[in-house]
């Protein structure tokens, strides 16, 4: 049985033992700068799939946490509707072409299958065969020449050029997932599998510590894992602009060390009309938290005795409820 959670506000994104509404990730070609409209729901079912790399092999999680319902329902591998999108979210996103299976990585010898933009609009949308031209593997630096949803990178076959900067073209290679969309697997050490795009999309994402911010690539934040236990790594979209108590729609817009909360728990009179606002992630065992709004108190992120192995000591600053 998965931790207990509260729903999310925005797009149905399931954070497994959160307390405390959050939003979904801005992300755009791989690039800081990006934007996405936000359609947002209340009280949301979401069926998760986790995947766990372990170095030698991996193991497989699946599991379904339900909350409340409403209008709104989200399965892993169905983000055609914005307000279901998981690991990447577009909007009003057009159904794309599918040449070739990333999962099986069946094309002819010297291509591997590559996620890319069909439609132009900066959203992974289809599949093509590219011709391998490098050999980077996870976690090395790579470029992409023809830019972040291309397709064509410097990443061996399997993996991906993700995070790419949009003005230098370079980012970080990926694994991608292996296994099937419904039983994804991931071999590299601490990273989990991240799904999105009907499956067009799928990377071994790495774990990390929230309160350290210890992520090793390029432009990253450790946010909450969308689809299962612990925290992630993660594009950074905040452009180092976006510090507690300032407006926000996207889980990963606020500057590292912040999350995009509900009003609701975040009541900074500077958010007041907006869908959310950053606040501060918190050490439980030391306790900081900011003097504005008023109120505040570091509460533990997980609920009691379900916080995952490491991680018993984050919490997030809000006003009690």
Same mark, same amino acid.
């Given at each position: 049985?998965?931790?207990?959670?509260?729903?999310?506000?925005?797009?149905?994104?399931?954070?497994?033992?959160?307390?405390?509404?959050?939003? /979904?990730?801005?992300?755009?070609?791989?690039?800081?700068?990006?934007? %996405?409209?936000?359609?947002?729901?209340?009280?949301?079912?979401?069926?998760?799939?986790?995947?766990?790399?372990?170095?030698?092999?991996?193991?497989?999680?699946? %599991?379904?946490?339900?909350?409340?319902?409403? /209008?709104?329902?989200?399965? =892993?591998?169905?983000?055609?509707?914005?307000?279901?999108?998981?690991?990447?979210?577009?909007?009003?996103?057009?159904?794309?072409?599918?040449?070739?299976?990333?999962?099986?990585?069946?094309?002819?010898?010297?291509?591997?299958?590559?996620?890319?933009?069909?439609?132009?609009?900066?959203?992974? /949308?289809?599949?093509?065969?590219?011709?391998?031209?490098?050999?980077?593997?996870?976690?090395?630096?790579?470029?992409?020449? +023809?830019?972040?949803? %291309?397709?064509?990178?410097?990443?061996?076959?399997?993996?991906?050029?993700? +995070?790419?900067?949009?003005?230098?073209?370079?980012?970080?290679?990926?694994?991608?997932?292996?296994?099937?969309?419904?039983?994804?697997?991931?071999?590299?050490?601490?990273?989990?599998?991240?799904?999105?795009?009907?499956?067009?999309?799928?990377?071994? #994402?790495?774990?990390? +510590?929230?309160? #350290?911010?210890?992520?090793?690539?390029? +432009?990253?934040?450790?946010?909450?894992?969308?689809?299962? /236990?612990?925290?992630?790594?993660?594009?950074?979209? %905040?452009?180092?602009?976006?510090? @507690?108590?300032?407006?926000?729609?996207?889980?990963?817009?606020?500057? @590292?060390?912040? #999350?995009?909360?509900?009003?609701?728990?975040?009541?900074?009179?500077?958010?007041?009309?907006?869908?959310?606002?950053?606040?501060?992630?918190?050490?439980?065992?030391?306790? =900081?938290?900011?003097?504005?709004?008023?109120?505040?108190?570091?509460?533990?992120?997980?609920?009691?005795?379900?916080?995952?192995?490491?991680?018993?000591?984050?919490?997030?600053?809000?006003?009690?409820?």
């Amino acid at each position: 049985m998965k931790h207990n959670s509260m729903p999310l506000l925005a797009f149905a994104l399931l954070l497994a033992a959160c307390q405390y509404d959050v939003y /979904d990730y801005m992300t755009t070609a791989g690039t800081s700068d990006a934007t %996405s409209d936000v359609v947002g729901t209340p009280n949301a079912t979401s069926a998760t799939t986790t995947t766990t790399g372990d170095g030698s092999g991996a193991t497989t999680t699946a %599991s379904t946490d339900t909350t409340a319902t409403n /209008d709104t329902t989200t399965t =892993q591998g169905d983000t055609r509707d914005v307000t279901g999108c998981e690991f990447v979210c577009e909007t009003d996103m057009p159904g794309g072409t599918i040449e070739c299976d990333p999962w099986s990585q069946d094309c002819p010898e010297g291509q591997k299958c590559a996620a890319w933009d069909q439609s132009g609009d900066g959203a992974w /949308d289809s599949t093509k065969c590219v011709p391998v031209t490098g050999d980077g593997q996870h976690g090395d630096p790579c470029a992409a020449p +023809n830019g972040g949803t %291309s397709g064509e990178d410097t990443c061996a076959k399997g993996h991906m050029c993700f +995070n790419v900067d949009g003005k230098t073209d370079e980012g970080t290679c990926f694994a991608l997932c292996m296994g099937t969309l419904r039983a994804p697997v991931c071999a590299p050490e601490g990273t989990r599998c991240q799904v999105g795009r009907d499956g067009v999309l799928s990377l071994c #994402i790495s774990g990390c +510590n929230p309160l #350290i911010q210890d992520c090793q690539g390029n +432009n990253e934040l450790c946010i909450p894992d969308p689809q299962g /236990d612990g925290f992630v790594c993660v594009l950074d979209a %905040s452009g180092d602009m976006h510090p @507690a108590g300032t407006p926000c729609e996207f889980v990963n817009q606020c500057n @590292a060390g912040n #999350i995009c909360l509900n009003l609701d728990f975040y009541p900074h009179p500077d958010c007041q009309g907006y869908l959310g606002c950053c606040g501060p992630l918190c050490d439980l065992s030391a306790p =900081q938290c900011p003097a504005e709004p008023s109120g505040l108190s570091c509460e533990p992120w997980y609920q009691e005795g379900m916080a995952p192995s490491g991680y018993e000591d984050v919490g997030i600053c809000i006003v009690p409820q």
